[in-house]
């Protein structure tokens, strides 16, 4: 981020939306009193994943919008700047809600907890994210990462054919699996 600039703001632009996600082209960040246009914090594109049911706001949003247009916009028209939205939009609905000290920021943390929570991996919420890496992710949201190994046996469990261990000896030689044999009454 430039120096003395406020957060970035994502901006989509009218063509970048899929049924179940938003590609995320550019940000800009006020500097001083002008915008700055960059990349996403990664200098890729990111995908964003938004569910169906909150898919078709944004669809609303991109409907008469040619495919440079911001989805969202300021009052006017141009990029939201996220002083003026916050005081005019976010802080108001939070207050609405009965929330304390909730912020934007906050409700990216959420979304990482809530994608994790229903089941994503570590690569989709780096993506998600726009981390640099998978350990970034896991620095930040380890703690949410269920470490369930009871869950991590039923799992492999169930890729065991009901016949057994399948074969695993590229000879076709099946003598190495006696030694693998597990007695599941006596464990390993």
């Known amino acids: 981020m430039?120096?003395?600039?406020?957060?970035?703001?994502?901006?989509?632009s009218s063509n970048c939306c899929s049924s179940t996600n938003c590609l995320l082209r550019r940000s800009v960040s006020?500097?001083?009193?002008?915008?700055?246009?960059?990349t996403p914090k990664t200098h890729q594109v990111r995908s964003v994943p938004v569910p169906p049911a909150l898919m078709r706001h944004v669809e609303e949003q991109c409907r008469g919008k040619g495919p440079e247009e911001l989805v969202f916009t300021s009052p006017?028209?141009?990029?939201?700047?996220l002083n003026n939205w916050r005081r005019r939009v976010f802080d108001p609905a939070v207050e609405?809600?009965?929330?304390v000290d909730l912020t934007p920021h906050d409700l990216r943390h959420t979304a990482a907890s809530l994608a994790i929570a229903s089941g994503a991996n570590v690569k989709a919420v780096q993506q998600m994210r726009g981390?640099?890496?998978?350990?970034?992710?896991?620095?930040?949201?380890?703690?949410?990462?269920?470490?369930?190994l009871d869950a991590v046996g039923r799992?492999?469990?169930?890729?065991?054919?009901?016949?057994?261990?399948p074969q695993m000896c590229h000879n076709g030689s099946s003598e190495a699996l006696g030694l693998l044999a597990i007695d599941p009454g006596k464990g390993l």
């Open 155 to 165: 799992s492999l469990d169930a890729l065991v054919p009901a016949q057994g261990v």
């Open 76 to 81: 006017r028209g141009g990029p939201l700047r």
């Open 96 to 99: 609405r809600a009965g929330l």
């Open 131 to 148: 981390h640099t890496s998978a350990a970034m992710t896991l620095d930040v949201y380890a703690g949410v990462f269920p470490d369930d």
């Open 30 to 38: 006020v500097v001083g009193s002008r915008l700055v246009w960059t």
């Open 2 to 12: 430039l120096r003395g600039a406020r957060p970035p703001v994502g901006s989509l």
